[in-house]
């Protein structure tokens, strides 16, 4: 919603809204499992923005029911980004911020496509988590970015969308680099300290663990260029230890 130049219109965001520092400032009304409906309702405001997989169908229902109009969406893609930042900015009144946004997406987006379109594929691994170990299909927009990239999701193939693996399914997947994402510096000792387990892994046994904070990669807005751009690198280097291009 900032980036669709209506963050001054804001009156409740959800849990874990951090980003720009303005958003930190606005009341809390709830998070990915459940919404404050009676807060929401004494706010009044003139549109709800959902998350189709995070947020509850029921709530949306009760606050429709309560005369709220309720907007739900779930961006997949990379260039649902740009759709969703003009839809954003269409039902807020602030469309041109939200095309001008749009259209710098799109452009960048469009350089990382072209540099990466020749590219050789490169096997890849990512990590949401560790305990249990958890990653993503090809559903999700952080395929997507490893696709941009020039990389092959192991696990695209599985039907969940963040599915939880076992030592079996990884070590025949031995992936040639792993993605992980981490908020806090150390989280990531304790994620080598996990994969120093698992030795006969290629990407282990080169040393190629890269960390991208989850902000950047986990959050559909306009960031996820800046997490794609550092994947990209990433991939990059490891065709380079390979020697192939």
Sequence with gaps: MFAA??????????RYSDFPPAASAIAEVGDAGRADLERIAILKPDLVVGWETGNSA???????????LVFVTEPRRLADIPRLLRVLGRLAGSADAAEAEALRFEQTLDRLVRRYANARPVTVFYQI?????????????????IGLCGGRNVFGDLPSFTPVLGTESLLAADPEII??????????????????????LRAVQ?????????????????????????????????RGISGER
């Design 179 to 200: 993605i992980a994402s981490v908020s806090a510096l150390e989280l990531e000792q304790e994620v080598r300290d996990f994969w120093s387990r698992y030795r006969s």
């Design 129 to 145: 988590w560790h305990r249990p170990l958890m990653t993503v299909n090809r559903e999700h927009m952080i395929a997507d970015v």
């Design 5 to 14: 130049g209506a963050g001054e219109r804001l009156v409740g965001v959800s």
């Design 58 to 68: 029921g709530d949306a229902q009760r606050l429709e029911r309560l005369g709220i």
């Design 206 to 238: 080169a040393s190629r663990i890269t960390f991208v904070h989850p902000d950047l990669i986990q959050r559909q807005t306009p960031r996820i260029l800046e997490g794609a751009r550092q994947v990209c690198e990433a991939l990059e280097r490891a």
